[in-house]
């Protein structure tokens, strides 16, 4: 009786040892799985912030700066002479519908005035 008892309770012992072991790869794997999806996410995070750096250096430059005040602005350098082409008039050349509010860069307006 004593020999079944043991017997008995060494193979309980080794299905629950089994059972611990198989959850334990199971959980080891699914922290992999876990760690590689991390890793991709910081690997797209790192490409996103490399293209906002860049954006931030081309929005920093000089000539955006300048190129900002000029069409947002209207302004001008020292010397310049700044026309303003009204919107009746862009409105007339591009023929488009009064409601429709369109508002070009000054280039594009000169373009359209002198090349129709």
């Keep these: 009786m004593v020999n079944k008892f043991v017997v008995v309770a060494i193979i309980l012992i080794s299905l629950v040892a089994g059972y611990n ?14 760690l590689s999806e ?12 490399k293209a906002l750096k860049n ?3 081309d929005i920093q430059s000089p000539q955006f700066i300048e190129e900002e005040v000029r069409n947002k602005l209207g ?9 303003i082409i009204p919107d009746e008039k862009i409105k007339q050349i591009l023929g488009a519908s ?6 070009l860069p000054n280039w594009l307006g000169w ?3 002198f090349f129709p």
């Design 38 to 49: 991390a890793v991709d996410a910081v690997y797209k995070l790192e490409i996103k912030n």
């Design 55 to 57: 954006k931030l250096g």
């Design 21 to 34: 072991l198989i959850y334990q790869i199971i959980q080891a794997t699914k922290s992999g799985e876990r």
């Design 111 to 113: 373009w359209k005035l």
């Design 98 to 103: 009064e409601s429709a509010a369109i508002r």
């Design 75 to 83: 302004l001008g350098k020292a010397g310049e002479t700044i026309v």
